[in-house]
């Protein structure tokens, strides 16, 4: 558990600072990693003094949260149970550093340090009691899905009848990072130029590191979320080995078919297969199987890669016709890959999945535990994002986000740039002012 904690975290850092760096310009690419890396530091800290509390102490509030103060700092928790907090806490750090890259290059740096422990208080540490906690979209007898179809059982140990599944996060990680990334898009307004000028990614090679980065890190994210349905050490290994073996290949192929499937679209479209597009599509496919990986198989986790990679294809465009200037993707990668394996689980479940002849209602608990992730955090996030608009603001001045956030929010530079008047360090020479190409 501690391996694959440690490999979420990779996620974060570096993998994800990687990623979303490539994508941006080179006048963005420091900022762009520091928010990673600064949602870390924030989120670590916030996990353990609350957050582990909100999201899984006993003491439910109103099957939405939990008391914040009951395990405040991690008091009265036994030690047995670090490698636990260990391990979500790698979760929430990613999940909060995943918005970043629909606000790219344009937000203060303060304002992005201010907004994560908010934001993960008010809407990721909620979704996590709610769908992983015992809350709301579990399979609690007051919860969502028993309030539809009805609870099974004697009293006093009553359940949904239909439980819904999310094995590894496509409510609690990918909707609800895709869905604020939306929210602050729309509240924080397009980069200058957005639409008229090239805003293209300025180092692919690292975002195809970051996305390998990604992609390796992924198995502890999903193979590392196994849950033991019984404490006997025989029947916990048969299952070890059984489900871990799923969830490890489930990954791999779905991952695999998403990128295929990009890059297949890309090809029919635009007449060339792109490194971007290969990097997105794995991220796609990751993202899609996260909640499905231990309920399909094999081949239903390709038909949902090959599914998330052609719909995530098409709708990172969707930008350009509504206008929202989501950076680097997020919106289209995160929140349509987490409805598409959210849902896909009501058609390709084993136990459950309409195609295996077992009816609608697991479909129809999916599709409503991700519409209700959706309305929260799209409320949360929104109430959060006007909230510092009014008060410390977020964009930085217009001449600095031509010149480059890097220098004006950090001192620094990516690059020490060489141009034929000269160098300076931070960004603009006489001629240019980003010294390379956007």
């Given at each position: 558990?501690?391996?694959?904690?440690?490999?979420?975290?990779?996620?974060?850092?570096?993998?994800?600072?990687?990623?979303?760096?490539?994508?941006?310009?080179?006048?963005?690419?420091?900022?762009?990693?520091?928010?990673?890396?600064?949602?870390?530091?924030?989120?670590?800290?916030?996990?353990?003094?609350?957050?582990?509390?909100?999201s899984?102490?006993?003491d439910?509030?109103?099957?939405?949260?939990?008391n914040?103060?009951?395990?405040?700092?991690?008091?009265?928790?036994?030690?047995?149970?670090?490698?636990?907090?260990?391990?979500?806490?790698?979760?929430?750090?990613?999940?909060a550093?995943?918005?970043?890259?629909?606000?790219?290059?344009?937000?203060?740096?303060?304002?992005?340090?201010?907004?994560?422990?908010?934001?993960?208080?008010?809407?990721?540490?909620?979704?996590a009691?709610?769908v992983?906690?015992?809350?709301?979209?579990?399979?609690?007898?007051?919860?969502?899905?028993?309030?539809?179809?009805?609870?099974v059982?004697?009293?006093?140990?009553?359940?949904?009848?239909?439980?819904?599944?999310?094995?590894a996060?496509?409510?609690?990680?990918?909707?609800?990072?895709?869905?604020?990334g939306?929210?602050?898009?729309?509240?924080?307004?397009?980069?200058?130029?957005?639409g008229?000028?090239?805003?293209?990614?300025?180092?692919?090679?690292l975002?195809?590191?970051?996305?390998?980065?990604?992609?390796?890190?992924?198995?502890?994210?999903?193979?590392?979320?196994?849950?033991?349905?019984?404490?006997?050490p025989?029947?916990m290994?048969?299952?070890?080995?059984?489900?871990?073996?799923?969830?490890?290949?489930?990954?791999?192929?779905?991952?695999?078919?998403?990128?295929?499937?990009?890059?297949?679209?890309?090809k029919?479209?635009?007449?060339?297969?792109?490194?971007?597009?290969?990097a997105?599509?794995?991220?796609?496919?990751?993202?899609?199987?996260?909640?499905?990986?231990?309920?399909?198989?094999?081949?239903?986790?390709?038909?949902?890669?090959?599914?998330?990679?052609?719909?995530?294809?098409?709708?990172?465009?969707?930008?350009y016709?509504?206008?929202?200037?989501?950076?680097?993707?997020?919106?289209?990668?995160?929140?349509?890959?987490?409805?598409?394996?959210?849902?896909?689980?009501?058609?390709?479940?084993?136990?459950?999945?309409?195609f295996?002849?077992?009816?609608?209602?697991?479909?129809v608990?999916?599709?409503?535990?991700?519409?209700?992730?959706?309305?929260?955090?799209?409320?949360?996030?929104?109430?959060?994002?006007?909230?510092?608009?009014?008060?410390?603001?977020?964009?930085?001045?217009?001449?600095?986000?031509?010149?480059?956030?890097?220098?004006?929010?950090?001192?620094?530079?990516?690059?020490?740039?060489?141009?034929?008047?000269?160098?300076?360090?931070?960004?603009?020479?006489?001629?240019?002012k980003e010294?390379?190409?956007?």
């Amino acid at each position: 558990m501690l391996i694959a904690a440690s490999l979420v975290l990779l996620m974060t850092a570096p993998g994800l600072a990687l990623f979303y760096g490539g994508m941006s310009r080179s006048k963005s690419v420091l900022n762009m990693m520091m928010m990673s890396f600064g949602a870390l530091a924030i989120v670590g800290v916030v996990y353990v003094l609350w957050g582990y509390s909100m999201s899984y102490s006993d003491d439910d509030i109103g099957t939405l949260f939990a008391n914040p103060f009951t395990l405040f700092g991690l008091d009265g928790l036994d030690p047995a149970d670090y490698i636990t907090v260990s391990f979500q806490l790698t979760f929430a750090v990613i999940t909060a550093a995943l918005i970043s890259g629909a606000i790219a290059d344009r937000v203060k740096f303060s304002s992005w340090m201010v907004f994560v422990p908010i934001w993960v208080t008010l809407s990721y540490f909620p979704l996590a009691h709610m769908v992983w906690g015992g809350g709301f979209l579990s399979d609690n007898p007051d919860g969502l899905a028993a309030l539809v179809f009805g609870t099974v059982g004697e009293a006093g140990a009553k359940v949904a009848e239909i439980a819904p599944v999310d094995y590894a996060g496509g409510t609690v990680v990918h909707i609800n990072a895709g869905v604020a990334g939306l929210v602050l898009a729309l509240i924080i307004g397009a980069r200058i130029g957005f639409g008229k000028s090239p805003m293209k990614p300025h180092n692919l090679p690292l975002t195809m590191i970051g996305a390998g980065l990604l992609w390796f890190g992924w198995f502890g994210f999903n193979v590392g979320s196994i849950v033991f349905a019984s404490d006997d050490p025989d029947m916990m290994y048969t299952q070890f080995v059984s489900e871990t073996g799923l969830v490890w290949l489930n990954t791999t192929v779905a991952t695999c078919a998403a990128m295929l499937g990009w890059l297949l679209l890309e090809k029919i479209r635009d007449g060339k297969a792109t490194s971007l597009g290969a990097a997105s599509g794995i991220v796609a496919g990751l993202v899609a199987i996260t909640p499905a990986c231990g309920s399909l198989s094999p081949v239903g986790a390709i038909i949902i890669g090959l599914v998330a990679g052609v719909l995530c294809a098409l709708a990172v465009g969707l930008k350009y016709r509504f206008g929202f200037d989501d950076s680097l993707d997020v919106v289209g990668v995160h929140l349509v890959g987490g409805l598409v394996g959210t849902i896909g689980i009501g058609f390709l479940a084993l136990e459950g999945g309409l195609f295996y002849g077992d009816g609608v209602k697991l479909l129809v608990i999916q599709v409503l535990i991700a519409l209700f992730a959706m309305f929260w955090t799209a409320i949360i996030t929104a109430i959060i994002g006007f909230a510092i608009k009014a008060t410390i603001g977020w964009r930085i001045d217009d001449e600095d986000e031509v010149n480059g956030i890097d220098f004006i929010e950090h001192g620094e530079s990516g690059y020490d740039l060489t141009t034929t008047t000269g160098t300076r360090r931070g960004g603009a020479s006489t001629k240019d002012k980003e010294g390379v190409p956007a």
